[in-house]
């Protein structure tokens, strides 16, 4: 991008993402067929700039995506819950009442319940949560790691250890590694951690992939760009002692939202991930501007 056209974008360009679904099997994506296959492309309220980061899961046989919706002028994103339809449910409502940004609702199973890792750096931690049923919302757990603003955050449980993955705000790009025998236990950093250190596969696009008995990384390659397209690793050995992945294959944009892909989500036949195209208006260079000014009110939410 020449340095006209990097002006032209930061006075007039907006980031507009969208989730997409693809009905298929993890091997075909991993074959590098994604692009072949049919995509239904979400657009639950044309008023957000940012529906991102999505997460599928499964709750009383119904599917459900989690994701972030952002928009510049209302400031910090929120966590909202869709059906495979469309349809809205208020799961986060207990979640979005805290101060500041949420987003990357990581979505998981462990020991017969259903918890949330959700992105919220602005509170200096990282929190978990579980699905009340009776209640129908995500309740807090517990502080998981405290101290630091972190970031796209998963939890993977590979023979009854959990291994957590994360990055934080001033360091997004340094893949930290920790683990615990519990999800109640102190979180203790692995000895190879960090297991990434660099703008292509340093951070996290989305939680573990499990397909033929391997595991996969998704991480967001943001070399070029924030978001530019997946790099998916192969992960040889996870233990408390031994970490090493390798880079296995590459996720690049699809149409027609050509600049961006940054999250890849699976559970069972469904395959869901996000994608960005670049909108140029004059009126976002107030959007922008009201942004701006919101983020550095001391009180915002």
């Known amino acids: 991008m020449s340095f006209l056209n990097k002006i ?16 298929c099997d993890l091997s075909i994506v991993l074959d590098g067929q994604l692009p072949e296959q049919k995509i239904k492309w979400l657009d639950v309220n044309i008023k957000s700039d940012y529906e991102a980061d999505p997460f599928i899961f499964k709750l009383s046989e119904v599917y459900y995506i989690a994701y972030e919706d952002f928009n510049y002028v209302s400031g910090n ?9 469309g349809n809205e449910y208020p799961f986060f409502e207990e979640i979005n009442k805290n101060v500041g940004h949420k987003s990357f609702p990581y979505v998981f199973e462990a020991e017969g319940e259903l918890y949330c890792l959700p992105e919220e750096g ?4 990282l929190y978990l949560y579980r699905f009340n049923n009776g209640l129908s919302h995500f ?9 630091d603003m972190y970031i796209d955050s998963f939890i993977h449980n590979l023979n009854g250890i959990y291994y957590l993955f994360t990055s934080t705000i001033n360091e997004p790009f340094k893949q930290r ?26 951070r996290n696009g989305g939680g573990m992939l499990c397909c033929d008995d391997t595991l996969y990384r998704v991480s967001q390659n943001c070399t070029k760009t924030y978001g530019g397209s997946i790099v998916v690793s192969e992960v040889s050995h996870l233990s408390p002692d031994e970490y090493k992945e390798n880079e296995y294959m590459e996720i690049l944009p699809l149409s027609p939202y050509n600049n961006g892909i940054h999250t890849l989500s699976v559970k069972d036949e469904y395959i869901i991930f996000d994608g960005k195209k670049v909108k140029y208006r004059f009126s976002n260079v107030f959007r922008k501007l009201a942004y701006k000014l919101k983020i550095r009110l001391p009180f915002r939410n």
């Open 177 to 202: 590694l920790f683990y615990s025998d519990s999800l109640f236990s102190d979180f203790v950093e692995h000895k190879m951690s960090p297991v990434a250190k660099n703008s292509r596969v340093g």
């Open 77 to 85: 994103a929120k966590l909202k819950c869709i059906d495979l339809n």
């Open 122 to 125: 602005d509170r200096n931690g």
């Open 139 to 147: 309740e807090f757990v517990r502080k998981v790691l405290c101290d």
């Open 8 to 23: 032209y974008y930061k006075l007039f360009g907006q980031d507009i993402w969208r989730i997409g679904i693809s009905s």
